[in-house]
């Protein structure tokens, strides 16, 4: 009776799960189903038995004992572990799709949210003498960001115009220009607004008398509830209004460029590259010139040209009037130990568009990249030469995010490129245009339109305030004197103060190198800003002091800013 109430006991203390990669296993049964005996159920029957009734099963010294008990514990955890393991499915190189024999340059991402062109399955024939379709250089338009951006500064500057601003209850700060074209005989307007700035243009003869900038506010935005606007009579409001026209207008770019070998899928494999074949080194060639990073003037896109931090060399063009700096993975600071590679990683991983170029047959994979920042790949891969002509023939695929919406030049039908000339042309067009495209995608747009809010609400304060000033208004006359746009706005934390923070150029200062940033700012703290060559803007997203943690960028100095995972997607 006393045996069977412990084994009772410990029945209910040995009811357990054991957890393997894909499941549980339950061990034990209720109720009257019977159970094998065990190892585990001899090694209980041991230790729980009475004296009397285990004697005739206990070893004869000690130690004998004690050897058996181990003996059955080993075996019992053997099991056990025997019972966890399981067959793991077969590597990813085993299972990637061939399609006509060859590898897709680039798989879609397991989890989806991206789109490839050519879809995987147009590319049946990828033969470079296979004939061509939308290979015309004429159709390789660069878009414009802003087409808009420019029509202040090329139709109101230069002409006798007025300005005026208001705050209208639902729309906000308003900025609204008036310009008057007499020998078109009509009027254009700029009305300026949070969401965005509409233009028009009006006859004059349409209207029996010039009409008011309420009247002409409503006649571009019906949506104007306010009564009056005041008139701005700040001397330098032009170069104010020009600034935050065109702050997202810029002649630079930066793209990264990823090395991927054969058999090469996973992140860390391929920032780790160092070496560059000579067929990698034809294509940079096609890009741009190899340049020295030490002393260089131009467009540097967040390098280093002062003290070889980011590496002695880098890629640049010029390309119809912009410039444009490649990160090139290889050239950038190799770190041993470091499997992530933070030191390419910081770069790469804050440009918006890369480019990556294959060497074999192994496909990309849409989001092996984490980052917050990329958005669009152009893949490229050097397929068999062209037998007629002898040339090197290149394939082209993109992949971008699903918001992101499509762009030009179109990708012939096949994607194959064997002019070295066409190939630079389309790619430089189709990179820069798939960075204008990128920022329409949803976390961009969101940011622009919380910086041009506030960007535009220091604007309309700016030309208010200064312009009470200028017609003497007595609680306005402390404000200090200004020797220039910058010098107006410093003292008082103006609108291009305000303008500075919210620019803020994609890569880090290296000539403060050493000396870290205080973390956290107040608003009477004045934000350091960053000496670089001339003309050094990024057109990248432009964020806000305003955006969260999610969105902004780290503002540490280069030896404290360390890649993190968390601030990638």
């Not at 005989?185 to 969401?195: C, D, F, G, T």
């Not at 009579?233 to 990823?258: M, Q, W």
């Amino acid at each position: 009776m006393e045996r069977e109430k412990r084994n009772d006991m410990s029945f209910s203390r040995k009811r357990s799960f054991t957890f393997g990669a894909y499941g549980s296993v339950d061990r034990f049964t209720c109720g009257d189903e019977t159970r094998p005996e065990s190892a585990e159920d001899n090694i209980l029957d041991i230790l729980d038995s009475p004296a009397s009734e285990s004697k005739p099963f206990l070893p004869a010294s000690s130690n004998q004992r004690e050897t058996e008990l181990f003996e059955i514990i080993e075996k019992l955890q053997g099991s056990r572990i025997d019972e966890q393991r399981c067959e793991f499915p077969l590597p990813l190189k085993t299972q990637l799709l061939t399609i006509g024999g060859d590898l897709p340059l680039i798989l879609p991402s397991k989890l989806g949210g991206y789109w490839i062109d050519p879809p995987l399955e147009r590319l049946v024939d990828v033969s470079p003498t296979s004939s061509h379709y939308g290979l015309d250089p004429e159709s390789f338009d660069i878009m414009e960001r802003d087409g808009e951006a420019k029509i202040y500064h090329e139709f109101f500057r230069s002409r006798y115009h007025h300005s005026f601003t208001a705050v209208d209850p639902s729309l906000g700060p308003l900025v609204l220009s008036v310009c008057l074209e007499e020998e078109e005989n009509r009027l254009r307007v700029i009305l300026r607004m949070k969401e965005c700035s509409l233009h028009g243009v009006f006859s004059v003869s349409l209207f029996p008398n010039i009409p008011s900038a309420v009247e002409l506010a409503k006649m571009l935005c019906d949506r104007v509830t306010v009564s009056k606007f005041e008139v701005v009579s700040y001397l330098k409001a032009p170069e104010l209004i020009t600034a935050f026209d065109e702050h997202r207008v810029s002649p630079n770019f930066k793209f990264g460029i990823l090395y991927q070998k054969d058999r090469q899928f996973t992140e860390e494999d391929i920032l780790s590259n160092n070496d560059e074949s000579e067929e990698f080194k034809e294509f940079l060639s096609i890009l741009g010139e190899t340049i020295q990073l030490q002393g260089f003037t131009g467009f540097r896109g967040g390098l280093d040209v002062c003290h070889g931090q980011t590496g002695s060399e880098a890629v640049f063009t010029s390309f119809h009037e912009r410039e444009i700096m490649f990160h090139v993975a290889t050239k950038l600071p190799f770190t041993e130990g470091d499997p992530q590679q933070l030191q390419r990683k910081r770069h790469i991983g804050n440009d918006i568009v890369a480019l990556v170029y294959q060497e074999g047959q192994t496909p990309f994979l849409s989001d092996v990249i984490k980052s917050h920042f990329l958005h669009c790949f152009l893949v490229v891969r050097r397929v068999q030469r062209a037998e007629e002509t002898g040339e090197t023939a290149y394939q082209v695929s993109v992949t971008a995010r699903e918001d992101v919406p499509p762009f030009g030049p179109v990708l012939p039908d096949p994607p194959i490129f064997t002019e070295r000339s066409l190939l630079r042309e389309f790619l430089l067009t189709k990179l820069i245009n798939a960075e204008i495209s990128c920022y329409k995608a949803q976390q961009f747009s969101r940011l622009e339109l919380r910086t041009r809010s506030s960007l535009l609400e220091s604007l309309q304060t700016e030309l208010s305030t200064r312009s009470q000033c200028m017609m003497g208004e007595p609680s306005l006359s402390v404000l200090p004197s200004s020797e220039g746009v910058r010098g107006a706005s410093e003292g008082s934390g103006g609108f291009i103060e305000n303008f500075k923070r919210a620019i803020r150029v994609r890569s880090h200062s290296f000539e403060t190198l050493g000396v870290p940033r205080k973390s956290g700012s107040s608003a009477s703290q004045k934000p350091k800003t960053e000496k670089d060559g001339e003309g050094d803007k990024s057109p990248g997203p432009v964020l806000s002091d305003s955006l969260g943690p999610a969105e902004l960028k780290d503002q540490a100095s280069p030896q404290e800013e360390t890649y993190k995972e968390d601030r990638y997607l």
